[in-house]
């Protein structure tokens, strides 16, 4: 049941209009990076975390990572212009001996071990799985400002992070897709690109991914209610 985890925190979340990376902003006094890292850090199954950054933000990675003592994170690296490339060079350090690799956002700080444990649980006898939650709202294909269509939603799901693979399925899907400067949407559809079926388990709606300032409303109201829980 043990995994490995690769962490792509390179990206500038320029939608957040923070002025900062995302993963630096703080929820309830602490970075959202720290959030997520907390996470894993008490999974007893995480054997070792990889963390992506970019080159400019490597050191102040460093010193976060030192300030917080996380010991399950095993190496630092910088990652490329797109995620895609980030998470490559993430799964290039990691033990060639590990089974499963879980690829997760740094700015999706909710995520729970529960959730974790049936993804790890379902890639584990499938190769590939994915958490979703099936779409509530309504979905319209639009062009041009104009209703073409409204899609039927019962078959559709929205993908979250983490994903889990195979270290060698997620290799070879990320190494083709290399070579040949295909650039896809998520890390399952390089592996569904290579003719492997990535199961669906089913997710949680406060597994948000912080992407605008109106996310960080939603985040702090998570936080809290989980404390309350707590106390």
């Not at 956002?105 to 993804?119: C, E, K, Y």
């Not at 979703?132 to 899609?151: G, H, S, Y």
Request: glycine residues 6%; negative net charge; aromatic residues 6%.
């Amino acid at each position: 049941m043990n995994y490995w985890t690769v962490i792509p925190a390179a990206g500038q979340g320029k939608r957040m209009k923070a002025g900062i990376s995302k993963q630096w902003i703080e929820l309830l006094g602490e970075p959202v990076l720290a959030h997520t890292l907390h996470v894993f850090e008490k999974d007893p199954h995480c054997e070792g975390v990889i963390l992506v950054g970019s080159e400019k933000e490597l050191q102040q990675m460093q010193d976060f990572v030192e300030s917080f003592q996380y010991q399950k994170v095993r190496k630092i690296v910088p990652g490329g212009k797109e995620r895609q490339q980030s998470v490559y060079e993430g799964l290039k350090v990691v033990p060639t001996d590990a089974d499963l690799v879980l690829i997760h956002d740094a700015a999706r700080p909710f995520i729970t071990h529960d959730s974790i444990l049936q993804l790890v649980n379902t890639a584990r006898e499938t190769g590939s799985a994915v958490l979703a939650v099936p779409v509530k709202d309504t979905v319209k294909r639009v062009i041009e400002n104009q209703v073409e269509e409204t899609i039927d939603r019962s078959s559709l799901w929205a993908v979250q992070t983490p994903q889990a693979f195979r270290l060698s399925i997620v290799m070879d899907a990320h190494r083709k897709a290399d070579e040949e400067g295909y650039i896809g949407t998520d890390d399952a559809s390089l592996v569904e690109r290579i003719g492997q079926t990535v199961a669906i388990v089913m997710g949680d709606y406060h597994n948000i991914k912080l992407t605008t300032s109106d996310d960080l409303l939603f985040g702090q109201a998570i936080l809290l209610e989980r404390q309350g829980e707590k106390a």
